[in-house]
DNA sequence: GGTTACTAGATGACTGGTCATATATATTTA
DNA sequence: TAAATATATATGACCAGTCATCTAGTAACC
């Protein structure tokens, strides 16, 4: 079907007034009635914008990625400051935000939703995936650049390193919604600023 | 209610019955028919053994850190090893553990349901959150060990180390999850030995 | 008889998804 | 220009099935 520009706004707002609802209580217990109920449409309406309940949910995860890394992108890309510098910046950057999200409760959306549906949906799983991956990649970049301008240690390949901090960053935002707490998060970057990137 | 042995012994085999689709499907993606058609139990009983669905996902969660920690308590307490090296066998055997559960798809039950439900139930969230810091304590004792012994840098407090470690681990098995590879849990074990406890 | 252990079946609200139908907006034709 | 046609969008009633939970009862034992 062909997609008009209308078409393409009214799922932007679906999407908008849903994706906290989904991110909150997860794929299972987000209902279609939930969403259409937040954004006043009718129900029937759903699925004039959306395939399915599925491709809600991987469209919810782009648009997800899109907002939460965009903005530390630049910082990240930002060649005003060093390659290490870089690296920290931008998680700084990205910790805060974390933060923000309503008192420490919602953890991270790509998480709650990978950890419930990888196992059942390789819609979600693939788009989650395949956007770390891609984020992954423009990391390890800037790990390189750091190395060879001999900001950090070279013993370990940025694969590895990116690897592990992004891994740790999961980890952190899920003990940061257990126990409704900052700390975690705090911790996460000490270990970065202090023991990882050395 | 007075709890006979009979009781608790049927109340325990719907446990051991329903704690993988619970593991696997999440809270809401698992019905209380789910796990009576898997024990083969009538539909009636379910609430003769358990409260409620959500006092079944506690006791879940009770019985998975029970089977889980316990035979790695072990080795976290064999003296026969130097601190440093009771950690490190402590934290590898855990690893394989984990790697060995289907393929790395189901990751932790903790996480999963944590990431699921830490918002929406308290009782889910104490559970997980009086559990984790309980183990975490165990593991700091000997992390204050192996520092006294020179083993391991001082810097860092135990509760700073044992903190990010456990939290890179949750990540990790995240990771493990969508990405149905074991790399992440083999990169998080190599940064604990050669990083994190020096 | 009385107490406790157990369970079949029902409850009403809710599930994701479909459908026929209605209207609004473009596009084409005369 | 106006009329005719086609397409895009809107809508809520409606599936068949599932949900967590409860009630009212039977069965078992003392």
Redesign the pocket.
């Known amino acids: 079907?062909?997609?008009?520009?209308?078409?393409?706004a009214?799922a932007d707002y679906l999407l908008e007034k849903g994706s906290e609802i989904l991110w909150s209580r997860g794929?299972?217990g987000?209902?279609?009635?939930?969403i259409v109920k937040a954004a006043g449409?009718?129900?029937?309406?759903?699925?004039?914008?959306?395939?399915?309940?599925?491709?809600?949910a991987v469209k919810s995860l782009e648009r997800y990625f899109a907002i939460m890394f965009k903005p530390a992108a630049e910082v990240l890309h930002n060649t005003d400051a060093s390659p290490k510098q870089r690296l920290l910046t931008f998680y700084r950057f990205r910790l805060e935000k974390m933060k923000g999200e309503h008192e420490c409760t919602m953890g991270c959306m790509a998480c709650n939703l990978g950890n419930e549906m990888a196992e059942h949906s390789e819609q979600i799983r693939n788009t989650i995936v395949s956007i770390e991956s891609r984020i992954k990649g423009e990391i390890i970049k800037v790990v390189e650049e750091a190395q060879q301008a001999g900001e950090i240690r070279s013993q370990l390949s940025p694969n590895q390193i990116v690897s592990f901090i992004e891994d740790a960053g999961k980890g952190a935002l899920t003990t940061m919604k257990e126990t409704q707490s900052p700390f975690p998060l705090d911790n996460y970057y000490h270990f970065i600023e202090n023991v990882i990137l050395k």
């Open positions: 079907m062909h997609k008009t520009l209308k078409h393409e009214k794929y299972n987000t209902s279609v009635n939930d449409v009718p129900k029937g309406s759903f699925y004039f914008y959306f395939d399915s309940k599925e491709d809600f």
